[in-house]
Structures are given as structure tokens and as C-alpha cells.
């Protein structure tokens, strides 16, 4: 018999409202840092609550149905290790990356600002991302264990 370890829709779409509330006030302050401009900081966020919200979901969902480095922890729910906290890190970094240039590069026009917000980006988003993972992982909520006859 093997384990299977399962998150519902239902956590997915809870975690992206959490992970945007965060990403949104930090392109705000990202976008008025490279910009100087409150307005293209409202800009930023805005379009990327639309886009990054769905390339978040679909990251989820995607990992999801990776089962690699998540174990039980009472029979009916399951906690997932650090390096897979870790791996999900790389994996979105790589995917988001191209969405935080591309934005503020449309906002701006200026390859310049769009480089800055990708840095500034990459690194505050990074420490925001682990952090929500890992503060995710102490919820049950939308986890179970499927027992998987083989």
C-alpha cells in the first residue's frame, strides 16, 4: 500500500489569496522604489494580480502532483520536508522571473526599472515565498492521505 499525499483546490486557492496580499504590497513598494512613482506601483500590482495569481495557482497545482518529499504525520495528514519547500522556490523563481520583468517593462518602458524591480523582486519575494511555504505547512487544512493500493 502507498500514500498518496493530496491538497484540495480549496487550500491551492486559499494560499494564492495569502501569497497575493504579500506580493501585491511588495510590488507596490518595488514598483515605487525602480518608478518613484506611486501610480506605477499601483500599476504594477495590479496586472500582476491577475497574472501572477494564475501562474501561482498553476505552480501549485502542478507540484501538487509531485509527490516527492512529503510524509505522514498522524495517518491522515501529511507534512511536506524543507527541500521540497526549497524546490518549489526554484521552480517559481524561475517562472516568475520572466513575469517580473515583464510587467514593470510594460508599466515603465524602461529596461532599467524593469531590471531593478526584478532584482529587488527576486531577492524580497524569495525570503516572502519560503516564509509562506513553510508557515502553510504548519496548517491541516485541505490535506489528506490517500491509501493507494498497489
Known amino acids: 500500500m502507498t500514500e498518496k499525499f493530496i491538497e484540495?483546490?480549496?487550500?491551492?486557492?486559499g494560499k494564492v489569496i495569502s501569497w497575493r496580499v504579500l506580493l501585491t504590497a511588495s510590488h507596490i513598494v518595488n514598483g515605487f522604489i525602480v518608478s518613484g512613482s506611486l501610480l506605477v506601483g499601483l500599476q504594477?500590482?495590479?496586472l500582476a494580480a491577475i497574472i501572477n495569481s494564475i501562474l501561482y495557482w498553476s505552480h501549485e497545482r502542478g507540484w501538487n502532483y509531485a509527490q516527492w518529499n512529503r510524509?505522514?504525520?498522524?495517518?491522515t495528514m501529511f507534512q511536506e520536508g524543507q527541500p521540497r519547500t526549497f524546490s518549489k522556490l526554484v521552480t517559481w523563481r524561475v517562472l516568475i522571473t520572466l513575469s517580473n520583468f515583464v510587467i514593470p517593462f510594460i508599466m515603465t518602458g524602461s529596461w532599467g526599472a524593469a531590471l531593478a524591480f526584478v532584482g529587488l523582486a527576486t531577492v524580497i519575494n524569495m525570503i516572502l515565498f519560503y516564509t509562506h511555504e513553510r508557515v502553510w505547512n504548519r496548517f491541516e487544512w485541505g490535506k489528506t492521505v490517500k491509501h493507494v493500493i498497489d
Open 8 to 13: 484540495a483546490h480549496v487550500r491551492s486557492i
Open 44 to 46: 504594477i500590482a495590479g
Open 71 to 75: 510524509k505522514p504525520k498522524d495517518g
